[in-house]
């Protein structure tokens, strides 16, 4: 059964975060999404997802690192430019990345805004110091400061129309201003908001713009006119709004390019986009397909960003938890969906009859739904609060079901659309439902374990076609005094297990009639699975280990010792006889059970390593963590077998050779191949056998053999030195070799180190006696210095 044990598994896929909140823009073409992630911008393909290139300096070290407050692209794509935590601005070339200039920003406080002109000859940034700067990025020069505002701006825009010399702003006291961006003379204030302003819209004419804030209105002002021509209440607080062009068309409406009509598309609160005649006060069109849950409390954010893209007439929804979700403007379909930044990863589970997809229960109400083969996701709504646990079916691949914060558990089901539909709701828990566990042998039944201290166990609805229905809880049971962590079941169905924070783990009857208490660990258990073969179960532990206990008379059979954690996530792999875990360490072990030997480490995670799961031919692992990375890996342990087997079969062709051409004397091929295959000693026996030969031939064949192969018999050579029986041949390739070293032909990776070594082997013994009779009689000298009246011997 050896053959079957696996040895190593390699990442193949790492998905990290690519919007982690902040900024965000749309190229012109539609092609790439500039995402703030961090501390750098990344630029993701929209077609395959990727992420292309990275604008901004890396740093492993946190604390060195030059955060990005807020960035903008120039109006030709060409040009990128970034406002640090340093108060420095940098220009960056948005298709190479490459860093073209650095300049102070001159505010007495961060930048918060930055926005170029339509000539993309000057860009303005507005602080938190209550003044926008105007910089010639020609001379990289301040050629104006605008005052009045107060406080951070949230708004700072050119207008579209170069002729007319304005810039906007908009700061802390809810007042849009206008300069003039030649003089820096304030022009006008335009009051009407009575809280944040979050965007500023010019129209096509240019002689009107819409505002939008958070006091739950649209604003459309007259470009002249301090007062406001007509106040539209949107009955929630906007985030974002953008103009939609002269002509367009959405659900049910079609704008023509004669038709009168500013159309303003606003999001922010409730989650939809809602499409507004502002001409009108009309409200032209509201979604009812919206993926992006609505704000927990009122005030709150639900979408940041609204983002239209004439090119392609697609519109980009952005959303608080860093989803990007794409849609069609004339359906109003979603063509794509973008998670920007995952949070903590709390479990995974692969779905379907070929598992090509998988889902993940991250720090969100939403689950994602993810192909395997592609980042490509779809957000699954149902939970009302963050989603904890994850369990499928074996014998019903298409059916899962989840527990969540919420007090619930829901079971789903994966149409043939790839869409996930729902089936019931169960409602029984009082307090935070922490894991769920399904039935092995058949799709009739499921557990649940909760901080209410309670296992349930629940039926599964008959009927499937019916959605959303009320799930009965068939027995209950208060099993543990502290919270319950884990639940499983035995693959015959018969027995279920129970882990909890008050150190044991107990084992339950279908009926829920306690059979035994697992006792020995010396913190709460986090994990608890059962051998798919052996009468066995097996618990991790705040302890940091691993225990193996008999079902039969609950003794401990064996204990794995090697996480420096929390032992967070257990699984049996192949047919029981190997475990595989992951631990608070952001380590992946894999044991063998016979020998309780580690037989592979990884380190993927830079944290808590919460979740894993493994698929049904053990062929790949799934891991995730409080670092928000999915890391795919694959089982090498076959490829790795055949290239040991072929690098095994080539060292004993490559033995053979050797000896072959030392046989019939081709000591110069003899050589090359030697050192070739690092043989120190081979190479030293062909030296000696040229050397009889005189030292005229041993140069002739050094002269045969490439840098490569010189700077390795350099390095033999150091060995050999130290030792007095071969010092001699060394110093012979010394001497021929030392011309090229001298030249800067040969490179030498320490040269003081091999000058020193390369001395002959007495030489160097007797410089070494010479310091110590010297540091010894200095010694002597220093002692009877500090004792003149001592005997002097």
């Known amino acids: 059964m050896a053959h079957m044990l696996k040895e190593l598994y390699e990442k193949t896929n790492e998905y990290t975060a690519v919007y982690t909140g902040g900024d965000i823009q749309w190229t012109s073409d539609g092609g790439q999404f500039l995402c703030q992630c961090e501390d750098v911008i990344k630029v993701i393909d929209i077609n395959t997802l990727s992420n292309v290139l990275t604008i901004g300096e890396v740093n492993e070290d946190k604390e060195e690192t030059d955060q990005i407050y807020t960035f903008q692209l120039s109006n030709n794509n060409e040009i990128v430019v970034t406002a640090h935590k340093s108060g420095l601005m940098k220009l960056w070339d948005k298709n190479t990345g490459q860093q073209k200039k650095v300049w102070r920003s001159g505010h007495k406080g961060a930048v918060a805004q930055l926005a170029f002109d339509s000539t993309d000859t000057n860009i303005a940034s507005g602080g938190s110091d209550g003044n926008i700067r105007l910089w010639d990025l020609n001379h990289y020069t301040c050629i104006s400061s605008l005052h009045g505002a107060m406080g951070v701006f949230t708004i700072v825009k050119y207008h579209p129309d170069v002729s007319k010399q304005l810039i906007f702003g908009a700061a802390d006291d809810t007042k849009i201003r206008s300069w003039d961006s030649k003089s820096g003379k304030e022009l006008q204030i335009y009051s009407g908001h009575f809280s944040k302003v979050t965007s500023l819209l010019f129209t096509p004419d240019g002689e009107h713009m819409v505002s939008s804030g958070r006091d739950r209105v649209l604003i459309l002002w007259k470009i002249n006119e301090s007062k406001a021509l007509k106040v539209l209440p949107v009955y929630e607080s906007i985030e974002t709004a953008i103009l939609l062009p002269p002509s367009f068309r959405i659900p049910n409406f079609k704008k023509k390019l004669e038709m009168d009509g500013i159309y303003v598309a606003c999001a922010g609160e409730k989650g939809v986009v809602k499409v507004w005649n502002m001409q009108m006060s009309r409200l032209m069109f509201e979604q009812n397909n919206s993926l992006v849950s609505p704000a927990t409390e009122e005030g709150g954010l639900a979408i940041t960003h609204l983002l239209f893209n004439e090119a392609r007439n697609m519109l980009s929804v952005v959303t608080v938890d860093h989803n990007i979700i794409i849609h069609d403007l004339e359906t109003f379909n979603c063509l794509k969906q973008m998670i920007g930044f995952t949070d903590e990863i709390l479990d995974i589970i692969f779905i379907g009859k070929d598992e090509t997809h998988f889902v993940v229960a991250t720090n969100s109400r939403d689950l994602k739904h993810y192909e395997l083969d592609n980042l490509n996701c779809k957000i699954v709504k149902g939970h009302t609060d963050i989603v904890l646990s994850l369990a499928n079916f074996p014998t019903k691949p298409d059916m899962f079901v989840s527990s969540g914060k919420d007090n619930t558990v829901r079971i789903w089901i994966n149409l043939s659309n790839n869409e996930i539909q729902c089936l019931g709701v169960g409602y029984r828990h009082t307090a935070s439902v922490g894991s769920v566990f399904t039935a092995q042998t058949s799709d009739k039944f499921f557990v649940s374990v909760s901080q209410d201290n309670c296992l349930k166990i629940w039926d599964v609805p008959k009927n499937q076609d019916v959605v959303d229905v009320k799930l009965n809880a068939t027995h209950t049971e208060l099993a543990h005094q502290m919270d319950i962590n884990c639940v499983a079941v035995s693959p015959n169905d018969k027995i279920i297990a129970t882990a909890s924070q008050d150190k044991t ?137 055949e290239k040991l087997a072929k690098d095994r079969e080539e060292l004993i062709l490559q033995e053979q050779e050797l000896q072959n051409l030392l046989h019939d004397k081709k000591l110069v091929k003899a050589l090359k191949l030697a050192l070739r295959m690092e043989r120190p000693l081979h190479v030293l026996k062909i030296i000696n056998e040229v050397l009889k030969h005189g030292h005229n031939k041993l140069f002739e064949t050094l002269k045969e053999i490439n840098h490569t192969q010189k700077e390795t018999l350099l390095r033999f050579a150091v060995e050999w030195n130290t030792n007095n029986k071969n010092c001699h041949a060394a110093q012979i390739v010394f001497n021929i070799l030392t011309p090229e070293i001298i030249s800067g032909n040969l490179k030498v990776a320490n040269l003081e180190s091999f000058i020193e070594a390369s001395l002959p082997y007495t030489e160097r013994h007797f410089e070494r006696l010479t310091n110590l009779l010297q540091d010894l009689n200095f010694i002597t000298y220093t002692v009877n210095s500090m004792q003149p009246h001592a005997v002097k011997h």
């Open 505 to 641: 783990a107990k084992l339950w009857s279908e009926d829920l009639i306690l059979l035994g208490v697992l006792k020995g660990h010396r913190r709460g258990i986090w994990c608890v699975r059962f051998s798919p073969v052996d009468q066995v179960v097996l618990t991790s532990s705040a302890d940091s280990s691993l225990k193996l206990w008999s079902i039969a008379d609950l003794s401990c059979l064996k204990t794995f010792e090697g996480h420096e954690s929390s032992v967070l996530k257990i699984e049996f792999l192949s047919k029981g006889q190997q475990i595989i875990s992951s631990g608070a360490d952001g380590l992946l072990k894999l044991w063998n059970i016979k020998t309780s030997e580690c037989k592979m480490s990884l380190d993927n995670h830079d944290g808590k390593v919460w979740s894993l799961t493994v698929n049904r031919n053990e062929s790949l692992i799934i891991t995730g963590g409080s670092d928000s990375k999915l890391v795919k890996l694959k089982d090498v342990t076959v490829e790795r077998r």
